[in-house]
């Protein structure tokens, strides 16, 4: 690898208890991982000691720390960054998906399809989403310390960078 060159590598929090109940997380504080999740991330961990990774960063989400921490055990280092957390989807959180799905079926198919077109009542905007994911992403990859990086973050954060690179 160059001089200067770094990798960055993008992970989804490992599965939360709102996951596994089908629950919108949005920005909800304190979903702790469920068991599978924790399986999930020690075997992250697994995966890590076996890279040569000189920093981690981290949503502030609980699901995403915990995961961070479990990967990297005892004495593992995270930077926490708050502008790595999900899309806020407002008046959605918490609510069962199939409980959308049954109130406005279009709504939520259009929401999955073409994000943009759909604001959700006190959710986050979508351009001002990709605006904050993008500075964030763009200061990690900055960062003069180099090195290969992890990124322990959301699925709707991966989704939106890896959508502006494509």
Same mark, same amino acid.
């Given at each position: 690898?160059?001089?200067?060159?770094?990798?960055?590598?993008?992970?989804?929090?490992?599965?939360?208890?709102?996951?596994?109940?089908?629950?919108?997380?949005?920005?909800?504080? $304190?979903?702790?991982?469920? !068991?599978?999740?924790?399986?999930?991330?020690?075997?992250?961990?697994?995966?890590?000691?076996?890279?040569? +990774?000189?920093?981690?960063?981290?949503?502030?989400?609980?699901?995403?720390?915990?995961?961070?921490? +479990?990967?990297?055990?005892? *004495? *593992?280092?995270?930077?926490?960054?708050?502008?790595?957390?999900?899309?806020?989807? $407002?008046?959605?959180? $918490?609510?069962?998906?199939?409980?959308?799905?049954?109130?406005?079926?279009?709504?939520?198919?259009?929401?999955?399809?073409?994000?943009?077109?759909?604001?959700?009542? *006190?959710? !986050?905007?979508?351009?001002?989403?990709?605006?904050?994911?993008?500075?964030?992403?763009?200061?990690?990859?900055?960062?003069? $310390?180099?090195?290969?990086?992890?990124?322990?973050?959301?699925? *709707?954060?991966?989704?939106?960078?890896?959508?502006?690179?494509?």
């Amino acid at each position: 690898m160059q001089q200067g060159k770094r990798k960055i590598h993008l992970v989804r929090h490992a599965e939360s208890v709102w996951n596994d109940e089908h629950r919108v997380q949005g920005t909800c504080p $304190g979903i702790p991982l469920s !068991e599978r999740g924790r399986l999930q991330a020690r075997l992250l961990g697994n995966r890590l000691r076996s890279m040569r +990774i000189r920093s981690v960063y981290c949503s502030d989400a609980e699901r995403a720390v915990e995961t961070a921490r +479990i990967a990297l055990g005892d *004495g *593992g280092d995270m930077t926490i960054v708050h502008d790595l957390r999900e899309l806020s989807l $407002g008046e959605w959180e $918490g609510r069962l998906i199939s409980d959308l799905r049954d109130n406005d079926p279009e709504l939520l198919d259009r929401w999955y399809r073409c994000p943009t077109t759909v604001q959700v009542d *006190g959710a !986050e905007n979508m351009h001002a989403f990709r605006e904050r994911i993008l500075a964030a992403l763009d200061s990690i990859i900055r960062n003069p $310390g180099g090195g290969d990086a992890i990124v322990i973050t959301h699925g *709707g954060v991966i989704c939106a960078y890896l959508t502006h690179l494509l």
